[in-house]
């Protein structure tokens, strides 16, 4: 599976941002793919996840209402977007997009084991 990032930069608080990640190579009809992000000093979190299977979704509690996931599925492509609104400096980090497939259901929770790693984005968030 090969993931390519795009989006993220420099925004005002209370601005907004779009990531995106095209998603290609899976060999499963089951997956998940997720956005995770790292603030310098602070562990990995899940931000936001979702099944490729039913499209269920898991939102971190500090993103919900303000962060949107969404994927288009082409022939041999699913790209997954992340809209971010209301930004704050807080949200400030490296955000991958990361995924895993396999025989088995893959819910959209970001608990999952994810298999493979996106080079990451900055998204920085000016007060």
């Known amino acids: 599976v090969q993931l390519v990032e795009s989006g993220g930069g420099l925004v005002q608080a209370g601005g907004s941002l779009r990531l995106s990640c095209a998603a290609s190579g899976f060999t499963y009809d089951d997956y998940a793919i997720g956005w995770f992000r790292q603030a310098p000093g602070k562990e990995r979190e899940g931000v936001s996840c979702?099944?490729?299977?039913?499209?269920?979704?898991?939102?971190a509690k500090s993103v919900k209402d303000r962060f949107t996931i969404s994927s288009d599925k082409a022939k041999n492509t699913v790209t997954v977007v992340l809209q971010m609104n209301s930004l704050q400096p807080e949200d400030t980090a490296v955000y991958y997009c990361?995924?895993?497939?396999?025989?088995?259901?893959?819910?959209?929770?970001?608990?999952?084991?994810?298999?493979?790693w996106g080079q990451g984005t900055q998204v920085t968030v000016a007060s």
């Open positions: 990361a995924a895993v497939e396999g025989p088995e259901y893959y819910s959209g929770s970001c608990e999952t084991e994810y298999d493979y």
């Open positions: 979702l099944s490729g299977t039913d499209d269920s979704t898991y939102y």
